[in-house]
């Protein structure tokens, strides 16, 4: 089990909260332009990576991203996958590497909701202070406050900024921080960069915050006023500190393109998008004064704007995929290959995921048990991938993973149900993508294998397994190429086995049965 001392463990208490602000203060972000690590892949400049419109180079880069949700990298189950935060730094110390000042920006929505997570709500707390690391060592100089972000809870949210000295101050313009926690909230941030000094405010839509009902957002944020009024008010004061106006915008597009219609003095709107993808091309409001860029999700592209010193320049607006133009790179490839890892283990993220019953009533006993009685079709199965998913995740492209909930729900039998899959200590038998992932749990079936109603229990059709099975880990995220007529024939396994042997039609001693049963409790 995890230390209760461990120095991992996210601080989630609003007193503890309060305790390292006293003790370490509070930071102010990275300092403009710092640039804390850079790839070690030696030979490629941004303009290798990064195709450019004709025309002068910008005086500055601004790089938007927002709406990780989660997706620190690529699973690797696949080749193709896109996104990830360790190919961001390869992007960014090439981009630095040329020169030209860069001010990163973030939109929030680190993670997603921690009840709907692959990998469990504690695995997605963890993700939260990872992802704040992350935009630390990128040197990021300000992010907006998503609601998602908040679905852990305001208390932790604030904990895990103070478990992040150098993590970017949040900028939410149209809230009034609680005494103590100024310099974590701020309703502006100015970043001077090269020739121009970049000017940030930030709003987040009021119905979303609404929408967690959480009692403790006033301990730290009061005054949630309307966005569009809140930036208007806040505008006056940064064009005198500042040479461009960025404004991030935390709801829906319409929102986004309401500031940017409302506001013909920005430059610069950043709003999110309903889509995975960045679109190609930005959304032009007062004749092409103002820019609005909306991030995709999951951090599949990030956003360059071009930024020009002079009266009356216009921003350049760049989409750049993260595809296999980029390799991890430090400083964030060994906090994903390592120190996420490590957090992930000693925070017991495994024996923590939520479990259930099973509808059926019936419990996980293995493929080795379906063995007794469908040897043909155990052999079938062993010869495909499914019985090897176990070490793919031991020894696959990204590392020993058996301690990621997110990797082994879908490399192990039964995750998430009450007799499933545990670790691989306690629950060896269940190692794999087994029979049971399919065909439900087989503790009945096995014991009193002609009782119809426990034969219709694991009884699958082939159009379940093409609409609502296979999906569930061959998705888009993890398999994006995934073809279930092309795939199919190689899992097929009707007919394998004849049932006229008696064996077969006694069931098993639910003493030989592995799990809850073995103990006397049998159906």
């Given at each position: 089990?995890?230390?209760?001392?461990?120095?991992?463990r996210?601080?989630?208490?609003?007193?503890?909260?309060?305790?390292?602000?006293?003790?370490?203060?509070?930071?102010?972000?990275?300092?403009?332009?710092?640039?804390?690590?850079?790839?070690?892949?030696?030979?490629?400049?941004?303009?290798?990576?990064?195709?450019?419109d004709?025309?002068?180079?910008?005086?500055?880069?601004?790089?938007?991203?927002?709406?990780?949700?989660?997706?620190?990298?690529?699973?690797?189950?696949?080749?193709?996958?896109s996104?990830?935060?360790?190919?961001?730094?390869d992007l960014?110390?090439?981009?630095?590497?040329?020169?030209?000042?860069?001010?990163?920006?973030?939109?929030?929505?680190?993670?997603?909701?921690?009840?709907?997570?692959?990998?469990?709500p504690?695995?997605?707390?963890?993700?939260?202070?990872?992802?704040?690391?992350?935009?630390?060592?990128l040197?990021?100089?300000?992010?907006?406050?998503?609601?998602?972000?908040?679905?852990?809870?305001?208390?932790?949210?604030?904990?895990?900024?103070?478990?992040?000295?150098?993590?970017?101050?949040?900028?939410?313009?149209?809230?009034?921080?609680?005494?103590?926690?100024?310099?974590?909230?701020?309703?502006?941030?100015?970043?001077?960069?090269?020739p121009?000094?970049?000017?940030?405010?930030?709003?987040?839509?009021?119905?979303?915050?609404?929408?967690l009902?959480?009692?403790?957002?006033?301990?730290?944020?009061?005054?949630?006023?309307?966005?569009?009024?809140?930036?208007?008010?806040?505008?006056?004061?940064?064009?005198?500190?500042?040479?461009?106006?960025?404004?991030?915008?935390?709801?829906?597009?319409?929102l986004?393109?309401?500031?940017?219609?409302?506001?013909?003095?920005?430059?610069?709107?950043?709003?999110?998008?309903?889509?995975?993808?960045?679109?190609m091309?930005?959304?032009?409001?007062?004749?092409?004064?103002?820019?609005?860029?909306?991030?995709?999700?999951?951090?599949?592209?990030?956003?360059?704007?071009?930024?020009?010193?002079?009266?009356?320049?216009?921003?350049?607006?760049?989409?750049?995929?993260?595809?296999?133009?980029?390799?991890?790179?430090?400083?964030?490839r060994?906090?994903?290959?390592e120190?996420?890892?490590?957090?992930?283990?000693?925070?017991?993220?495994?024996?923590?995921?939520?479990?259930r019953?099973?509808?059926?009533?019936?419990?996980?006993?293995?493929?080795?048990?379906?063995?007794?009685?469908?040897p043909?079709?155990?052999?079938?199965?062993?010869?495909?991938?499914?019985?090897?998913?176990?070490?793919?995740?031991?020894?696959g492209?990204?590392?020993?993973?058996?301690?990621?909930?997110?990797?082994?729900?879908?490399?192990?039998?039964?995750?998430?149900?009450?007799?499933?899959?545990?670790?691989?200590?306690?629950?060896?038998?269940?190692?794999?993508?087994?029979?049971e992932?399919?065909?439900g749990p087989?503790?009945?079936?096995?014991s009193?294998?002609?009782?119809?109603?426990?034969r219709?229990?694991?009884?699958?059709?082939?159009?379940?397994?093409?609409?609502?099975?296979?999906i569930?880990?061959?998705?888009?995220?993890?398999?994006?190429?995934?073809?279930?007529?092309?795939?199919?024939?190689?899992?097929?396994?009707s007919?394998?086995?004849?049932?006229?042997?008696?064996?077969?039609?006694?069931?098993?001693?639910?003493?030989?049965?592995?799990?809850?049963?073995?103990?006397?409790?049998?159906?």
């Open positions: 089990m995890a230390n209760e001392g461990n120095p991992w996210a601080v989630s208490a609003v007193g503890l909260a309060a305790a390292i602000l006293a003790s370490v203060g509070c930071s102010s972000g990275s300092k403009p332009g710092s640039t804390p690590g850079s790839s070690d892949r030696a030979g490629s400049s941004a303009s290798e990576a990064v195709a450019e004709d025309g002068p180079k910008p005086d500055v880069i601004l790089l938007v991203s927002g709406q990780q949700l989660g997706y620190l990298e690529p699973c690797g189950c696949t080749e193709g996958q996104g990830g935060l360790g190919r961001r730094a960014m110390s090439r981009l630095r590497a040329d020169g030209t000042p860069l001010v990163p920006l973030d939109l929030g929505s680190l993670i997603s909701d921690p009840a709907a997570s692959r990998g469990g504690e695995q997605e707390r963890i993700k939260l202070g990872i992802g704040l690391e992350a935009l630390a060592r040197g990021y100089q300000a992010m907006a406050l998503g609601a998602e972000d908040l679905e852990v809870g305001i208390s932790e949210y604030v904990g895990q900024h103070f478990n992040v000295p150098d993590a970017p101050p949040v900028v939410v313009t149209n809230a009034t921080p609680v005494e103590g926690f100024e310099e974590l909230f701020r309703p502006r941030v100015t970043v001077e960069a090269g121009l000094t970049v000017g940030v405010l930030a709003v987040v839509d009021p119905e979303a915050i609404a929408s009902g959480d009692p403790e957002f006033e301990l730290f944020l009061s005054e949630l006023r309307d966005p569009i009024e809140a930036a208007r008010d806040a505008l006056p004061e940064l064009e005198a500190e500042s040479d461009v106006q960025v404004v991030l915008v935390q709801g829906p597009s319409d986004a393109r309401s500031v940017a219609e409302a506001m013909p003095e920005v430059e610069v709107v950043v709003g999110r998008s309903e889509f995975d993808s960045f679109p091309k930005p959304e032009l409001f007062h004749d092409g004064g103002t820019t609005l860029v909306l991030v995709g999700k999951k951090g599949q592209q990030v956003g360059l704007v071009d930024l020009f010193e002079g009266d009356g320049a216009r921003p350049r607006y760049r989409r750049v995929p993260l595809d296999l133009r980029y390799e991890d790179a430090e400083p964030i060994s906090l994903l290959a120190e996420y890892l490590v957090r992930l283990d000693q925070n017991d993220v495994l024996e923590n995921f939520p479990r019953p099973h509808p059926s009533g019936a419990t996980f006993v293995g493929a080795e048990t379906c063995k007794a009685c469908h043909n079709t155990f052999e079938k199965w062993s010869g495909t991938r499914h019985a090897f998913a176990w070490p793919a995740i031991e020894t492209r990204r590392g020993n993973r058996t301690m990621d909930a997110e990797c082994v729900s879908c490399h192990s039998t039964g995750f998430g149900f009450e007799t499933g899959f545990v670790n691989a200590a306690q629950t060896p038998h269940l190692k794999g993508q087994q029979c992932n399919c065909h087989g503790s009945r079936h096995v009193d294998p002609m009782n119809p109603e426990y219709e229990h694991v009884r699958v059709t082939l159009e379940q397994a093409e609409r609502s099975l296979c569930r880990c061959h998705d888009s995220d993890n398999d994006p190429h995934w073809d279930f007529a092309k795939r199919w024939p190689d899992v097929v396994h007919g394998l086995d004849r049932y006229d042997d008696p064996a077969t039609r006694t069931g098993l001693d639910p003493a030989l049965i592995p799990g809850p049963e073995a103990d006397g409790e049998a159906d």
